[in-house]
């Protein structure tokens, strides 16, 4: 295939259903962002509308749960699979549908069946020419874990699954796991979870991650980065009572020194720590971030098992680096009077927003109570 000619609309033209398809909807919307799309150039990103709490062609359950699910109005634009290159349907449900749901296995037989809006278009297959909303039933598994969803038409959205339990006979919210993606035309900010990220964008694609409440685009090399709209702003927490630990090596939370953090983000990180606490219980400390998060950290302290002074040349202090990743521990001495520990490090978030921790403990078990002072302090600021 080469130049579809004549082009959309030209005066005193004829062309098929394919070429308004193409130039009308195809063109107009974004791109797929997947390799297994890249062999067929004239694919989109099908998908449904986003609306206000993402209400179009939602699938929920019944007001009083039966073996039906309701599917809200809505749009959706979903490609033509049985042959590529013949462009994107926009398909509408102006009213709520009611699909029935086949009645449940018996003892032992669980299934996982798909609600899809599906295209079908005589022109490339079969002899139908509709769209409709409909449940392709799944095969019967001998567990929830091993239920598999069907083999979908070739042309398909697919909108949910329904988790269909033993001689049950009505399907709850519970049941319903909402399997939507989102489209919007070329230049839109497309709604997408982090977890389902098209790795191959086009340059300039924006991505609004709704599942951690961020933004990302595409850069011109393929790659994605997130967009540091937050770049300076920081976190602050200062203890406001002092906190005590005896007889305990167990690493635990301070409980005031914590500040969020947010998903794909990079941090750098300081605290000011003051405390006391026998020369055998001393003290550990390190630092931990949410989920996947990584970088490192290092504080000037005093040594551990050293004396506290050395005559003139003053104290014996660790600046070991410290994992973030793993919440690496660092031993620092304690002298029954109160000692500084001067922190700095770097903080790099994943997937995941959450709080950056101080965790301390004793280094020993000691009776003697390792405390955490008043007006210690733990501070982030934001630089990517």
Known sequence: MAEITPPAWMQGG??????????????????????ADEATPLRIRQGVKPSYQS???????????????????GFAWVDN?????????????DADKFLTI??????????????????????????????RLEVIQGAY???????????????AQILASIAVA??????????????????????GILPVAYSVLPPRPHPGQVFYLYDIDQFAYGRADGSIMPLALGAGAGGFARKSADTSRASTVAMSAD??????VTALSTYTVDAYLVYSGGTTGDLNVALSGPAGSDGSWSAVGLGRGVPASVGIDGFTVRMNPNSVANTQPRSYGADTTDETLHLRGILRTAGSSGP?????????????????????????????
């Not at 259903?17 to 791109?31: E, F, K, N, P, Q």
């Open 14 to 35: 004829s062309y098929p259903a394919r070429t308004d398809r193409l130039g009308a909807i195809s063109a107009s919307m974004c791109y797929p962002g997947f390799a």
């Open 55 to 73: 209400y179009q062609l939602r699938v929920r359950a019944a007001a009083t749960p039966n073996m039906s699910v309701i599917v809200s109005a």
């Open 81 to 93: 699979h049985d042959v590529g290159g013949y462009g994107a349907y926009t398909c509408v449900n």
């Open 102 to 131: 086949a009645p449940a296995g018996a003892a032992g037989q669980y299934r996982k069946d798909a609600v899809v809006a599906s295209v079908y278009d005589a022109e490339t297959s079969g002899s139908t020419s509709e769209w």
């Open 141 to 155: 598994a001998s567990s929830a874990a091993t239920a598999v969803l069907p083999a979908l038409p070739a042309s």
């Open 166 to 187: 033993p001689q049950v006979t009505s399907i709850t919210s519970g049941n319903i796991a909402d399997l939507r993606n989102f489209s919007v035309s070329i230049g």
């Open 255 to 260: 409980p005031h020194l914590s500040v969020s």
């Open 356 to 384: 950056l921790a101080v965790q301390w403990a004793q280094a020993a078990t000691d009776t003697t109570a390792t405390i955490m002072r008043t007006d210690s302090w733990l501070r982030v600021q934001r630089v990517a």
